[in-house]
């Protein structure tokens, strides 16, 4: 499957952003989705998964403020992401894989990211 995110960009601490991933290439509904986010010189952290049955998981760093949905008849999994931080500035990448899952390495298939600055 293929997964192209979209929709980061320079905003304001306490703003709103809503991030999307466009998937193309097999059945959408076959896979759990995950959001994740880098920044240089750190691991790939997890953000928020979302599963074919569309169960999440929040990370707690951003629990209350992010929230994960996906769209099955458009192919889409989005990002809410709202009382933005300058610590939530990083590139952000969604990913699909058969079983929802915090840990990164478990995902089949990447986007290419999206970059989110949160800066005043």
């Known amino acids: 499957v293929q997964l192209q995110a979209s929709g980061g960009g320079l905003v304001q601490p306490g703003d709103s952003l809503r991030l999307s991933c466009a998937a193309s290439g097999h059945t959408f509904t076959d896979y759990a989705l995950g959001w994740f986010r880098q920044t240089p010189g750190k691991e790939r952290e997890f953000i928020a998964t979302?599963?074919?049955?569309?169960?999440?998981t929040i990370a707690n760093s951003v629990k209350g403020r992010f929230s994960v949905s996906r769209d099955n008849a458009k192919n889409a999994l989005y990002l809410q992401m709202n009382a933005l931080k300058p610590e939530d500035t990083a590139v952000y990448l969604c990913a699909a894989g058969r079983f929802s899952l915090i840990d990164y390495r478990l995902y089949d298939y990447w986007g290419q990211g999206t970059q989110v600055t949160v800066s005043s």
């Open positions: 979302i599963g074919r049955t569309g169960a999440t």
